[in-house]
């Protein structure tokens, strides 16, 4: 059962005979809202590339794009994880070698 036809490409809301269901195309590229055997569905498209909500198959989903970098929430929860990780191992070594010199400090005070 198919609802609409997008550039000449059978857009169905559930697959039939194998066949795709999508919800819009962008630049003649198909555009669905889950994945189906193992392929992608996607929310929108910039620059030509993919941009989806969720990660499936360990592959990136992103929200938006700036300067054609893919700016994805779980990339930035790594990147602050590893921020605070040297944060916290840069001040704990800085605060070992204070509390070493605080006797020596003390002393000469």
């Known amino acids: ?15 039939y005979s194998g066949l795709w269901c999508c ?3 962008y630049s003649g ?15 929108r498209i910039y620059s030509g590339l993919w941009c989806c909500q969720r990660i ?15 700016c994805c929430q779980l990339a930035l929860f790594l990147f602050v994880w590893a921020l605070s990780l040297f944060l916290t191992s840069f001040f704990s070594v800085h605060s070992k070698r ?3 010199l605080d006797p020596l400090f003390f002393h000469l005070w």
């Open 56 to 70: 499936y198959s360990g592959l990136w989903c992103c929200l938006r794009i700036y300067s054609g970098l893919w």
């Open 98 to 100: 204070g509390s070493t």
């Open 29 to 43: 590229l198909w555009c669905c809202q889950r994945i189906y055997s193992g392929l992608w569905c996607c929310q």
């Open 23 to 25: 919800q819009r195309i």
């Open 1 to 15: 059962m198919y609802l609409r036809i997008y550039s000449g490409l059978w857009c169905c809301q559930r697959i």
